[in-house]
């Protein structure tokens, strides 16, 4: 069968009370994607804080998860310094997320990028969805 699958992460800051242009300032980068507080959720909720947020290199495609974070640690280890700083005042971290159509190939973080993470002070959450027919886990069963 066929491996297909849509990935892509990216590195996130919320919680500043600044306007989102100050942190691409601080950064040097340009967001992806910015939420206000206040702004309207599903339902009656709100949006409870501010957060930024910038696309790995990489294109969303099918690349392995690894990959992706590889790229925005390139993208993010020149500006340490500010990350570092921002992180005493927000939370920050990487969001992988993907979406899987036949098996979940998994990931592997080498030593070298766990280091380099802890370095740059950042969780990394995993978003791994499965929209297959019949999962490889329910044959099993």
């Known amino acids: 069968m066929e491996e297909r699958r849509d990935t892509y992460a990216y590195f996130w800051i919320e919680g500043f009370d600044c306007a989102p242009e100050e942190i691409s300032e ?9 939420h206000l507080k206040g702004e309207p959720l599903a339902g009656k909720r709100v949006r409870r804080a501010n957060s930024w947020e910038v696309l790995s290199p ?13 790229a925005l640690l390139n993208l993010l280890e020149p500006c340490a ?8 005042e927000c939370d920050i971290g990487i969001n992988c997320v993907g979406y899987f ?15 380099r993470l802890d370095a740059l002070g950042v969780s990394v959450d995993f978003d791994l969805y499965c929209y297959c027919s019949k ?7």
Do not use: M, W
């Not at 040097?28 to 994607?33: D, M, P, W």
């Not at 310094?81 to 005493?88: L, P, R, V, W, Y």
């Not at 999962?135 to 069963?141: I, V, Y």
């Open 135 to 141: 999962c490889d886990c329910e044959e099993r069963s």
């Open 81 to 88: 310094g500010a990350i570092q700083s921002i992180a005493k």
């Open 101 to 115: 159509y036949s098996a979940n190939p998994g990931f592997h973080f080498s030593r070298s990028v766990i280091g």
């Open 58 to 70: 990489l294109p969303r495609g099918e690349e392995v998860l690894d990959s992706y974070v590889e």
């Open 26 to 34: 601080r950064l040097g980068i340009t967001a992806s994607k910015v």
